[in-house]
């Protein structure tokens, strides 16, 4: 039997190889370098975005909330009213809103771009319409108060529109002029700075309810306190313990607001206290580009002599007789 030729040895070799080494991933060095450099750019800058978020959240302005009794009321003009009776000739005391800018009646007179106002009066409107909305809260709270808005057609460029009445309109549109109120709540339509604010709206007071106020309340900015406090109110003599003041101020450095009242206001009405000569009479002149007069000479005679009082020297105090002095 011949033999059998055993079949050649096929020899294939398999390269050895680390099982770890084989199923290890791609090495990351390169990429976690590039994931570092990343989180050190980028976490500083989040840690200052995060620092100015918070400064500016603790300093920001805080903004000026409207009276809590009237934030709630829905703005509209109220076409048809059911006026509450009122006998006006029980009305003791007069709330007075001085007008500063000029709401021209259309659109929301919570945006400012409905409003005439000066430049540096940009961003005030809020506290404009705080002032309304406390006026309009201290009659509400009071049924023998009677509100006196005051300010003339002042600036030429806002057309035939009043202070005064662009506020009543104001209140109006945003619904406060309720019926419980509405008949206590006037203008005042000639005053051409503060010391006639006070003056007039008295005159307004007179010829509304025949009488003269036992009280006076002023709704203003807080910086101007001082000025219609210890200088209007002694230029017309009134009782200290009768004239309260409600100062709402602005947004805005207070320090600087109080440094340009001294200037601006404050120590020229100390030595000019009627506004006769001067920057104070040439600040009326201007405030009166329609060329009004008032008729308050007639309709208030027993405090006649104080509408065109001019002294010598020109911080002497008016002695004369006055109704609230009695």
């Known amino acids: 039997m011949p033999s059998r030729t055993p079949p050649p040895t096929v020899r294939i070799n398999i390269p050895t190889v680390n099982v770890s080494e ?16 990343l989180v050190r750019l980028y976490l500083p800058c989040l840690l200052i975005l995060s620092l100015v978020t918070n400064i500016y959240y603790f300093t920001r302005p805080t903004p000026l909330a409207l009276p809590a ?5 829905q703005s509209g003009t109220q076409m048809h009213r059911e006026i509450a009776d009122t006998d006006m000739r029980q009305l003791t005391d007069l709330v007075i809103v001085p007008g500063h800018g000029v709401y021209l009646g259309a659109g929301s007179p919570l ?10 009066q940009r961003g005030e409107v809020g506290a404009f319409m705080a002032h309304v909305g406390k006026g309009i809260e201290m009659v509400k709270e009071h049924e023998r108060a009677l509100l006196v808005f005051s300010g003339s057609k002042t600036r030429l460029e806002a057309g035939a529109h009043s202070e005064a009445v662009g506020y009543w309109t104001a209140a109006d549109r945003m619904g406060w002029l309720t ?15 503060s010391l006639e604010n006070i003056l007039f709206s008295i005159a307004r007071f007179h010829e509304v309810t ?3 106020p036992d009280r006076i309340t002023v709704v203003g900015f807080e910086f101007k306190r001082e000025r219609f406090v210890d200088v209007h109110r002694r230029a017309l003599r009134y009782p200290r313990i009768r004239f309260n003041y409600v100062g709402i101020n602005p947004p805005g450095d207070a320090a600087r607001l109080v440094a340009a009242e001294k200037k601006n206001a404050y120590e020229p009405f100390s030595r000019d206290l009627y506004a006769c000569e001067g920057t104070l009479a040439e600040k009326r002149r201007e405030r009166n580009p329609f060329m009004l007069a008032h008729g308050y000479h007639r309709s208030c005679p027993e405090i006649s002599a104080l509408f065109d009082y001019c002294p010598n020297p020109l911080s002497s105090v008016f002695d004369g007789d006055l109704p609230w002095l009695n």
């Not at 019926?179 to 700075?193: K, L, P, Q």
């Open 210 to 212: 025949g009488n003269y």
């Open 179 to 193: 019926n419980s109120v509405f008949r206590r709540v006037v203008t005042e339509e000639y005053a051409r700075d």
């Open 69 to 73: 009794t009237l934030s709630s009321q």
């Open 111 to 120: 945006d400012e771009a409905n409003w005439y106002l000066q430049e540096q």
């Open 22 to 37: 084989a199923w290890a991933p791609t090495p990351l060095r390169k990429q976690r370098i590039f994931g570092t450099r």
